[in-house]
């Protein structure tokens, strides 16, 4: 596949990835190679890294615990601690191998480290491949408030292989599908339309996907790399989905969502909401629904979580003055910024998911 330039590095894919990064390592002789890793990755993805790194400079790898609920400072503290009881310096290179969680806390944890050092993105899951990937953004949660705290910080280069994905669980597959969903409803129709059924999914079609995915995102993002405009097109089904998120990872009575499950809840309750505010297709929204809720099962969402979803959407990083901004769609591919949504309609868009 043809690599992708976005601002000043590469996306890289299969095979070819690997000699990109082993001549990026001769060229730039880093002191020493750091990998972040957690549990799963330093199990399943990392011997796969070392069989094709060609270097002899020492590498070290330091190991996190994954999961949401571990992207926090306190995480990064322990990271930076490692870094600096193993020899790193500014010159060092860190290697981030793993999902989202890897990939957003290693890239914060390089760009403040000693004011910054580079840093090389592998993801592993399908969400990190489509999402991560490109963009720059990096950080960490603020309690369960999703990305509170970050930078714009870009990696020297990533590297896609889909054969990271035969390591995660179907779940996470098609938690990843629900941001290549977004994609194609905002801005690629044709993306959308080669979703017919999460079964009919393969290696060959799901490699189109991703490349797809990256080069939508990476067209938007060097037009708008800090968000002040064609961006936002990029949070579509995330405002309500990452309060919904947040609320079931606070939750001791309901099991933790993962990122695509929820921002598909959050896919099916905007698309309603711009249903009422802006005449979107009512045959389409009842066709987005049903192929949702087909790849994703229902969750339920109880009239007593409603307003605790609500009062955490005043978090929303998108959020100026204290109100509540939303992305929505006029149609397919067609889409208006900064809509506000009042609550009644809010608790609306819920009650329709349920229905």
Aim: hydrophobic share 40%.
């Amino acid at each position: 596949m043809t690599p992708i330039l976005s601002n000043n590095y590469y996306v890289n894919f299969q095979e070819d990835a690997y000699s990109k990064l082993n001549e990026y390592i001769a060229s730039n002789t880093p002191s020493k190679i750091f990998v972040l890793v957690d549990e799963n990755t330093h199990e399943h993805c990392l011997p796969i890294l070392m069989e094709t790194l060609e270097t002899t400079v020492d590498i070290e790898i330091i190991e996190i615990e994954s999961g949401e609920e571990n992207k926090n400072l306190d995480t990064c503290s322990g990271v930076w601690h490692a870094l600096t009881e193993l020899g790193a310096d500014r010159k060092s290179l860190l290697i981030n191998l793993g999902g989202g969680v890897i990939t957003d806390l290693g890239g914060f944890v390089a760009s403040c480290f000693k004011r910054g050092i580079a840093f090389i993105n592998i993801p592993t899951t399908l969400l990190s491949m489509v999402d991560a990937s490109v963009g720059g953004k990096t950080g960490v949660d603020l309690g369960v408030l999703k990305n509170q705290i970050g930078l714009f910080s870009d990696p020297e280069m990533v590297l896609i292989d889909t054969h990271y994905l035969d390591t995660v669980t179907e779940r996470e597959i098609r938690s990843g599908l629900a941001e290549i969903i977004k994609y194609g409803l905002s801005y690629d129709i044709k993306l959308w339309d080669n979703i017919n059924s999460f079964n009919e999914l393969n290696t060959k079609n799901i490699s189109s996907l991703i490349h797809r995915s990256i080069e939508i995102k990476n067209e938007v993002v060097t037009e708008d790399p800090k968000e002040n405009g064609l961006r936002k097109i990029l949070n579509f089904g995330h405002t309500l989905g990452h309060a919904i998120e947040s609320y079931f990872l606070e939750s001791d009575s309901k099991e933790n969502l993962t990122h695509g499950e929820a921002i598909a809840i959050g896919m099916i309750t905007e698309t309603y909401i711009s249903e009422k505010l802006l005449n979107f297709p009512s045959e389409k929204l009842k066709e987005i629904k049903k192929l949702i809720i087909e790849i994703y099962g229902k969750t339920l969402i109880e009239t007593s979580d409603y307003n605790p979803i609500i009062e955490l959407l005043i978090h929303d990083k998108k959020n100026v003055g204290g109100r509540v901004n939303f992305v929505l769609l006029t149609d397919f591919e067609m889409f208006k910024l900064d809509c506000k949504v009042e609550k009644d309609l809010l608790i609306e868009a819920l009650n329709f998911y349920n229905s």
